[in-house]
């Protein structure tokens, strides 16, 4: 099996490092939603070594995960956790930080409606979740790239698409957090922070 490699990771975990640093800097346990190829939790964790970083995705994209932390072994780094948030329990445990990039748009609604719910509930008080990916504001997309790239993830599968900021938000604060920060990132990204109140 060939080791999984996106470019948009090496593109943009600089800028996504130079928040999580910051947000994260006096946190000590985080957990990965959807660790994707495993290119993020390796650059992170490297970066970050007070960190210790849990990735998890689902089952199979375990063993392209495990290849990337095979070449990069780190001993803040720990292998992937089974987690599809509908059907999967929860690591029983809390965390007082909590990374996702690039899944919203992907999964369907009522999963993105079953990841924050999880995230209230594994998140201990003052912990931050941290949330990076494309946002609509009040229905609008301001770049052309997000409205090809909107319709091309709709055409793949009718649940994908870029969600709408209000709605992410609305989800956030049933959930017990507080947006802190809504930060601008290349390639009309968006990297959310709220906090657990």
């Known amino acids: 099996m060939d080791k999984p490699f996106s470019q948009a990771c090496i593109n943009n975990r600089g800028p996504i490092a130079d ?62 956790i089974s987690l599809n948030v509908l059907t999967d329990p929860w690591p029983n445990r809390s965390y007082d930080g909590i990374y996702s990039a690039n899944t919203a748009h992907i999964m369907p609604w009522k999963a993105v409606v079953a990841m924050f719910a999880g995230v209230g509930e594994r998140l201990l008080s003052s912990g931050v979740f941290c949330l990076y990916g494309p946002m609509k504001y009040r ?18 599968f009718p649940h994908q698409g870029i969600r709408e900021f209000h709605d992410i938000n609305r989800l956030a604060l049933e959930a017990g957090l507080v947006l802190l920060e809504d930060v601008a990132m290349p ?7 709220w906090q657990k109140v």
């Open 19 to 80: 928040i999580l640093e910051r947000v994260f800097a006096n946190k000590r346990d985080i957990l990965e939603i959807g660790s994707g190829t495993g290119q993020h939790a390796v650059w992170f964790a490297s970066k970050m070594s007070h960190l210790c970083w849990q990735t998890s995705d689902q089952l199979q994209n375990h063993a392209g995960i495990c290849q990337w932390l095979d070449e990069y072994p780190l001993p803040n780094l720990l292998a992937p």
């Open 139 to 156: 229905g609008e997309l301001d770049a052309q790239s997000n409205v090809q790239f909107d319709r091309m993830l709709q055409q793949q």
């Open 187 to 193: 390639a009309n990204n968006r990297f959310l922070v």
